[in-house]
């Protein structure tokens, strides 16, 4: 194509839908998209689709129930779940692998670890399948505005600058960086540093060969620093932000000290790492400040629910639903977001950030993005009953069932918050915790 919009940056694709980032999120939108017949493009700044869930390490996909045997999610948020677990180890409860709706009340978890090649060669083959063009290794860096509108991003890549131009946009970049750049309203947070890895000890292969449990073998490190920076004067400030390269080196130079304080005292010819996040494992960023958000304090139910969502750990899990309104912002005509940056504060913001909650909010917005162009309209003016429709009919739990309706969870005990029996996460609190000084 030989359209330019200056002579230094090419148009090289004109589109239907632009999905900015291949986190979990940005899949669900794009495959949204694709399956209501649309053109799709996704640009993804690493050289692999799932975001925080693979590249970061967070290969835990947490339930996808209510803790009291009622699904909560189906729709995209259960398929991905069963594509990241398609060529590998699982530790999906049986009751739950032929995807039913409902399980006896105690059942276990409907969730599963996963292992990450095998995720990511997955949803390479899953996106391809949905016809969907994936850009990787091409950054999204700033929208073509025309008013409120975006006609198009420029991205950076080996090809140099370019330009791509769609009808609609979603930003599933974990940071808002098209919404943000594009005059949205947003709320930034900074947040706490950790490094999770894959390990290896013969211990831990002893136990798992006798087990014959892969998992086993290589289980998961979590490290996380306590924000404080421990006792003392000298405490660092051990938050950083992950919206300024200032932030984004801080946390890596962090995180890295605080996996080399544990190699340092945990040296042996029995033990090594096999694996290191290759993005940095940022929780909250930049979310956008939407026409709604999520309402985690007493109303339930929500008109223009596009799903219902649930903070994950705790069981039973109270169900929320979250509202079309929270995807978009009366600033942009044609921009939605999905995935850990939807409109939600405070606790609400932890709730959306969840796998589950992620995937769901892509689907919605790339159904929502596909609709509103079948209909000739804008993000604004969606039918959202329409919206609703499609949503329900590919799966998705709009509105809190009456079984779903009691939940209350167990309250907290103090201390540690305890660790679902089959996360395979390990962690010691003695190793989170930074000193000043330690490290590099
Ligand atoms: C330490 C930690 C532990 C967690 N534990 C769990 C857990 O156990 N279970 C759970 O369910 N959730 C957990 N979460 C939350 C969950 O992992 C994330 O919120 C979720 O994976 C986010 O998905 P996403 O697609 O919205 O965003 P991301 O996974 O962040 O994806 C964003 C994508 O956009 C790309 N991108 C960013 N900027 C640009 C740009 N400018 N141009 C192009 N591409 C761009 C990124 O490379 C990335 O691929 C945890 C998170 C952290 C950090």
Request: hydrophobic letters at 40%; charged letters at 25%; a negative charge.
């Amino acid at each position: 194509m030989n359209i330019t919009i200056t002579d230094s940056v090419p148009v090289v694709k004109e589109t239907d839908v632009i999905v900015v980032g291949g986190g979990l999120a940005g899949v669900a939108a794009a495959t949204a998209a694709a399956r209501q017949g649309m053109k799709v493009t996704l640009i993804e700044k690493t050289i692999a689709l799932g975001g925080l869930a693979t590249m970061g390490h967070v290969c835990v996909y947490l339930p996808i129930d209510d803790g009291n045997g009622n699904k909560v999610y189906g729709g995209l948020a259960e398929e991905l779940l069963h594509v990241c677990i398609k060529y590998s180890y699982d530790n999906l409860p049986e009751v739950w692998r032929s995807k039913p709706d409902t399980a006896p009340k105690d059942s276990e978890r409907y969730m599963s670890n996963f292992n990450i090649p095998a995720a990511v060669l997955a949803l390479d083959e899953f996106t391809e399948n949905e016809g969907i063009d994936v850009v990787f290794d091409t950054v999204f860096s700033e929208p073509i505005m025309e008013g409120r509108t975006v006609k198009g991003i420029v991205v950076e890549n080996k090809s140099g600058r370019t330009a791509y131009m769609a009808k609609m946009f979603i930003d599933a970049s974990g940071d808002s960086d098209l919404l943000f750049r594009a005059g949205a309203d947003t709320e930034t947070l900074p947040t706490i540093v950790s490094h999770w890895f894959h390990e290896l000890d013969f211990n831990m292969i002893k136990e798992g060969l006798e087990a014959h449990d892969m998992m086993h073998v290589t289980p998961l490190r979590w490290l996380g620093l306590v924000p404080s920076g421990g006792a003392g004067d000298d405490k660092e400030d051990l938050t950083c932000y992950g919206t300024t390269s200032e932030g984004v080196n801080k946390y890596i130079r962090l995180s890295r000290g605080l996996a080399l304080d544990f190699l340092k005292k945990h040296q042996s010819p029995e033990f090594c790492m096999i694996s290191m996040p290759t993005i940095p494992q940022f929780r909250m960023t930049r979310r956008l400040i939407g026409n709604d958000q999520l309402k985690y304090d007493g109303e339930y139910h929500i008109e223009d629910s596009i799903g219902c969502v649930i903070a994950s750990l705790d069981k039973p899990a109270t169900v929320y639903e979250f509202p079309y309104q929270g995807l978009i912002t009366d600033k942009l005509t044609n921009v939605a977001a999905a995935g850990r940056m939807v409109s939600a504060e405070g606790r609400g913001w932890a709730i959306m950030r969840f796998i589950p909650a992620c995937v769901l909010t892509g689907e919605a917005a790339g159904t929502a993005a596909a609709l509103a162009i079948k209909e000739g309209t804008d993000l604004l003016h969606v039918d959202v009953k329409k919206l609703q429709a499609i949503l329900e009919k590919n799966g998705v739990k709009l509105h809190r069932t009456k079984a779903m309706e009691g939940n209350v969870p167990e309250p907290r005990k103090p201390g540690p918050r305890p660790r679902l029996s089959k996360m395979y996460v390990h962690t010691d609190p003695e190793d989170n915790v930074r000193t000043a000084g330690s490290g590099h």
